[in-house]
C-alpha cells in the first residue's frame, strides 16, 4: 500500500507564524481574525467584556495560545479595527457560547478606545520594561512627540545642550566613553533612548 501523502489533505495556513508575539501581532488583523476560541479562553473573553476595568493572569504552557488571545485582547482595547474585521471569530464564538457572543459582539461594536501598553519581553528591569511599553505606545499611537520625563529624558537633553552650546564638553565626553568603556557613541544614544540603565549609570559615573 503506498503512504498517504499528507501534503495532499493537510495545508498551512498562510498566516501561520511559530510564535506569536504581542507587540508585534497586535495590529495583524488576518492574524488575530483566525484565532481559534476554547472552552478557556472563552471564559477570559467573557470575563474581558463583562468587566473591562477588571483583570486577568493568563498561565499555560508553550505554544498553549497566551501571546494570540493577549494579541487579540490587546487589539480591541486599542480599538484598532474595523467592526466586519472580527465577523469571523464572532461567528465561531457563536457556535461555542451564546451569552459570550452577545457580550463579544457588543463589545466589538463599541470601539471603547484605550492606551495599551505592552512591556518588551526583553527587558532587563520592571522600570525599563515600563518605560519602553509606553515609549513604544505613544510611537504606535503617533503621539511620538510626548516626551516621557524620566532620568534618561535628561541624560538625552544634556547631550544635545551640550552638542549645540558646548561642542568641546560634547566631544571630550564621547571620547572618554570610547575610548574607556568601548561604545561608540550612537550605541551609546541608542541604549539611553531604550532606558538601559546600565548606560545611564556610565553616564553618571562620566558625568556625576
Known sequence: MDMLNYKNIISISKGFVPAVKVEQHINDIDKLKSYIPTDKSLEIIRSFCINSNGSNVIIGSY???????????????????????????????????????MLFSERIKKRQKRFVIIPPYNAED???????GIYRALKREGMNY????????????????????FPKTY???FRIIESEYF??????????????KDYYEIFVEVYP
Open 63 to 101: 505554544g498553549s495560545g497566551k501571546s494570540h488571545l493577549v494579541s487579540l485582547l490587546a487589539n480591541i482595547m486599542a480599538g484598532m479595527y474595523e467592526v466586519e474585521d472580527y465577523d469571523k471569530l464572532i461567528g465561531k464564538i457563536k457556535n461555542l457560547d451564546d451569552e459570550t457572543y
Open 183 to 196: 561604545i561608540e557613541e550612537k550605541k551609546f544614544k541608542e541604549e539611553i533612548e531604550n532606558f538601559n
Open 146 to 165: 510626548i516626551t516621557i520625563d524620566s532620568s534618561f529624558s535628561k541624560v538625552i537633553k544634556q547631550l544635545e545642550n551640550w552638542k549645540n552650546i
Open 171 to 173: 566631544h571630550e565626553f
Open 126 to 132: 520592571f522600570e525599563q520594561a515600563m518605560l519602553l
